[in-house]
């Protein structure tokens, strides 16, 4: 059997046993849940990313409490990101042993973050969320920058679709530490982008990388979150069958559209929600050390 087809074929069976744990759900979610997915996913597919704006929509119309946003990402975006590794992973080459070493290191960092996250407090959530939103709104604005101006700020990569040796390695951790990344709420697509090219990879590459790295670690990741009750059905509910098909309207109708807009709106927005979610933190930390002084 061909690598990429045995890969999918394992994708699919993990999807499966994963969609069997939805065919218990009575209330399915409502409009406002189901537009969230739609939208976001379908910005996701072409390259933005979904996690941040998620985040971003849930906190601005009260969807989600704080403490349960990374475990409903995690859950709730599974589907639709497995949906963007079987259109990616088929229609971009890489090399089999980068892509199956860097996919493997991300499972096993999500399955190690997950069960810290799901237990954190609601400041720890907060803290965590507005740092890595920060991070990510960073490397949005250094990409945006870098495309506009034809800067050099990061390597822009080279023509291989694979690494060995001790680049291979480097690989591995990163990805590890990038799926450890996804259990609080920052979102892989952009790091892994940036990692490709520091290896020399053709930017390409990135796709079938970052998307299979995704699809696999996020049902692996979100079986924690479930066990710990750590997220939030309806709004996980609504991401999965609102976002399932934007993506396939998103690949294979408007992938060539224009995006500089969306992304400066993207940044802004994820900036936003980063400076609230850490404000939000420090005012528990405030409350929580007066508490005391004025019992």
Not at 64 to 79: A, R
Not at 104 to 110: D, H, K
Request: with cysteine; glycine share 10%; net charge positive.
């Amino acid at each position: 059997m061909n690598p990429i087809s045995g890969l999918l074929w394992a994708l699919g069976t993990l999807t499966g046993v994963y969609v069997i744990g939805w065919s218990k759900v009575e209330r399915g979610p409502g409009p406002q849940q189901l537009a969230v997915g739609a939208v976001t996913n379908f910005f996701d597919t072409l390259g933005i990313g979904s996690f941040a704006t998620t985040t971003t929509a849930f906190r601005l119309w009260k969807m989600v409490p704080d403490n349960l946003i990374p475990g409903t990402l995690n859950v709730g975006h599974t589907l639709p990101t497995v949906a963007q590794a079987f259109i990616y992973t088929k229609l971009i080459p890489v090399d089999v042993l980068t892509l199956f070493s860097m996919i493997a290191a991300a499972v096993l960092g999500s399955w190690l973050g997950a069960g810290v996250v799901a237990g954190w407090s609601k400041r720890k959530i907060q803290f965590g969320m507005g740092t890595a939103l920060l991070v990510a709104a960073s490397l949005m604005l250094i990409t945006q920058i870098q495309t506009l101006s034809g800067s050099r700020i990061l390597p822009l990569g080279g023509d291989a679709l694979g690494v060995r040796g001790v680049l291979l390695f480097v690989a591995i951790a990163a990805n590890f530490m990038l799926g450890a990344l996804m259990t609080l709420g920052i979102g892989l697509y952009a790091p892994c982008m940036i990692l490709v090219s520091l290896l020399g990879m053709n930017p390409t590459a990135a796709f079938p990388i970052m998307m299979g790295s995704c699809a696999f670690l996020m049902p692996v990741g979100s079986l924690r979150f479930i066990r710990e009750r750590a997220y939030s059905l309806p709004n996980a509910l609504g991401l999965a069958i609102g976002g399932t098909p934007a993506v396939l309207v998103a690949a294979l109708l408007v992938v060539s559209m224009n995006l500089t807009t969306a992304r400066w709106l993207v940044i802004a927005v994820v900036l936003y929600t980063a400076v609230t979610m850490l404000l939000a933190a420090s005012s528990s930390k405030a409350a929580a050390l007066a508490a005391p002084a004025g019992a």
